[in-house]
């Protein structure tokens, strides 16, 4: 009998084939995949879903990451992210193929081979000194980009922000990811875990700056994710190590600029700066 893995990784294989056989999508995207950050037609479950993550946030993850700050110095944080980005790469090369870009493709490939050597398995970042890219994608960011709407905002529970767009992205990814061939599932869920409490560790006077400066922050999170997620679609935005990573979503955003706008757009646009500004910020 097939599995469920074998079953997903073949229907990646055929949304691939779909996907190549298709005109370029790049104004039709742009047109259709854009998400409206006042269509929220199921806030009234999604405030209550978030009121609930908030809570685990507050309760749970930040005391705990709290605690990881104390131990761990900045330099640490960083390293420990920059190895889960890494390994990360054979999803990120597998949508830029699917989205028609194989030079971005090569790019993260050769980003993977050196800071998988070099990098001692991706704790340094040495590809960007070397010149090489980094890019950010993912199976929602694809569907995007080939025209499929986002649908309606929805909070998932733990997850967080998303739309059933995404959430059927993450399901790509997660056939697209190796890990799962070699790793069980438990060193999974913990590495997950400690993950999850790096990089909050790494928000923690953001968060504390984006709740105290915002009137709503449930719209607060809302508008960020969806400017946020619609620039990654249309590869509006830069790319950097944490980049596309969201509060309360698999995948997290890392440094911030700490300038708040009012719009949420510096709480999913850590790294957006130069990488002197960068340096300058202590999370």
């Given at each position: 009998m097939i599995s469920i893995r074998t079953r997903a990784a073949l229907l990646v294989a055929v949304l691939a084939t779909g996907l190549a056989a298709c005109a370029p999508p790049a104004a039709r995207g742009i047109r259709y995949a854009q998400a409206r950050s006042n269509y929220d037609p199921l806030q009234g479950m999604n405030r209550k879903v978030f009121w609930f993550n908030d809570k685990v946030d507050v309760y749970v993850l930040e005391p705990v990451a709290k605690g990881w700050n104390w131990v761990a110095p900045k330099p640490v944080q960083r390293s420990v992210s920059n190895f889960f980005t890494n390994l990360r790469a054979p999803i990120?090369?597998?949508?830029?193929?699917?989205?028609?870009?194989?030079?971005?493709?090569?790019?993260d490939v050769g980003r993977f081979a050196v800071n998988t050597t070099l990098g001692v398995l991706g704790f340094f970042d040495y590809a960007?000194?070397?010149?090489?890219?980094?890019?950010?994608?993912?199976?929602?960011q694809t569907l995007g980009w080939w025209g499929l709407p986002p649908g309606p905002y929805l909070v998932i529970p733990i997850i967080g922000p998303s739309n059933p767009r995404e959430a059927v992205g993450l399901m790509g990814d997660s056939a697209a990811s190796i890990l799962p061939w070699f790793v069980g599932w438990e060193i999974l869920l913990g590495a997950r875990a400690g993950e999850l409490v790096?990089?909050?560790?790494?928000?923690?006077?953001?968060?504390?700056?984006?709740?105290?400066?915002?009137?709503?922050?449930y719209v607060f999170v809302r508008n960020a994710y969806l400017q946020r997620r619609n620039a990654l679609v249309n590869d509006s935005v830069g790319a950097t190590n944490l980049d596309q990573e969201e509060l309360y979503h698999p995948q997290m955003d890392g440094q911030m600029d700490g300038q708040m706008d009012g719009t949420g757009e510096d709480l999913y646009h850590p790294q957006d700066g130069t990488s002197d500004e960068r340096e300058g910020v202590t999370p």
């Open positions: 990120v090369v597998v949508n830029d193929l699917l989205q028609g870009k194989p030079k971005n493709g090569a790019s960007t000194r070397l010149g090489f890219a980094q890019h950010v994608e993912d199976f929602g790096n990089t909050r560790a790494l928000l923690l006077q953001q968060v504390d700056e984006a709740k105290r400066a915002s009137f709503d922050y």
